[in-house]
């Protein structure tokens, strides 16, 4: 292999092993932290179905853990207490396991390291290399995860309708679940038909909503199982709740256009900003790849390395809170 296309993998694996770093540990944040409204909806479930949702009860345990599904091992326990890899699988809907996951993520993270000492800057591509490739897995897994989470949100309003039309022609909620899941598509129609499966078993129908919203982060859809757990306590129109959840969603749907393309400026300057290193790296060891070299040879160099990699996460981070306006 030539040493010019060498040095070349060696700048893309460098600066996009931190870009996908970075992207990760967003994402990461990401899930962990909500909204205030999501956590105010959070306490209300907690103390209406009285259930705690990072230890849920036995009915809710059943609920999650349905569908054939397997204990979660000693090390995926320990591993939950920061990061519940089980929970995103099951939210991305694809069909691997955690162990699975890890292995690949394994593999990839050796081949890449291994082609990054192979060159070189083994110091930096080694490590850039191996963290690049064993991130792949996970960051495909939060795309998979991001695009079923999305799917489901733009389905929300139609099937509230759909609830509430049901619930005015004189029909139980639990047929309401069951025609949701019959009548749209996936993954809505999965998630609430499991949740008609489960009632039918003898769960109690809060308990399968409550599972449903464990599966399932979504904020509308919080609104929508408190409302009913609500309305089957206290009494009301709950068709009448169920199209103003559906009024809601489809508001936020505008204004999160709107704020999209009002944001568009920033989103794209984070782009530029995370791509210029690269392509200016490339462009100066055309030029000059003597000069460019020193700074994976000289140890100040390799430490203004470093630097540029911090300060690159950090204005990463920086623009993702700009940009990243709540709806």
């Known amino acids: 292999m030539p040493l010019t296309l060498i040095t070349v993998i060696t700048i ?37 179905l009285q259930s ?46 955690p162990p699975q996951l890890a292995l690949c993520a394994a593999l990839l993270a050796i081949l890449g390291g291994s082609l990054g000492a192979a060159t070189e800057a083994a110091v930096f591509a080694a490590p850039a290399g191996a963290a690049l490739a064993g991130v792949l897995p996970l960051l495909w897994l939060f795309w998979k995860r991001y695009q079923r989470l999305g799917k489901f949100e733009s389905q929300m309003p139609d099937a509230m309708d759909l609830l509430a039309r049901s619930l005015r022609a004189g029909h139980g909620l639990a047929d309401g679940l069951r025609l949701i899941g019959e009548e ?5 129609s999965e998630e609430f038909h499991r949740c008609y499966q489960q009632q039918a078993l003898g769960v109690p129908l809060e308990d399968t909503l409550e599972g449903l919203t464990f599966r399932v982060p979504n904020l509308d859809l ?28 489809r508001q936020r749907f505008q204004i999160r256009a709107q704020v999209k393309a009002l944001t568009g400026e920033g989103r794209l300057s984070g782009v530029v900003l995370l791509a210029m290193p690269i392509v ?23 430490k203004l390395i470093l630097a540029a990699a911090a300060l690159q996460m950090m204005g990463a981070v920086v623009i993702k809170k700009i940009v990243d306006i709540k709806i």
Not at 19 to 28: H, I, N, P, S, V
């Open 280 to 302: 200016l790296g490339i462009y100066m060891y055309f030029r000059n790849p003597d000069y460019l070299m020193v700074l994976f040879q000289d140890p100040l160099g390799q």
């Open 222 to 249: 919080r609104f929508f199982v408190n409302a009913v757990v609500l309305q089957r306590q206290t009494g009301g129109d709950t068709a009448e709740v169920l199209d103003k959840i559906a009024h809601l969603v």
């Open 52 to 97: 705690r949702r990072d230890e849920p009860d036995e009915a809710c345990k059943s609920v999650v853990f349905s569908g054939g599904e397997e204990r979660p091992a000693a090390w995926e326990q320990q591993l939950a207490r920061f990061f519940d890899l089980r929970r995103f699988i099951r939210q991305a809907g694809v069909r691997v396991t």
């Open 184 to 188: 749209m598509a996936e993954p809505i």
């Open 12 to 48: 893309v694996a460098a600066f996009g092993g931190v870009a996908a770093l970075a992207a990760a540990g967003l994402t990461l944040l990401r899930g962990r932290h909500g909204s205030t409204a999501e956590v105010r909806l959070e306490a209300l479930a907690k103390s209406t």
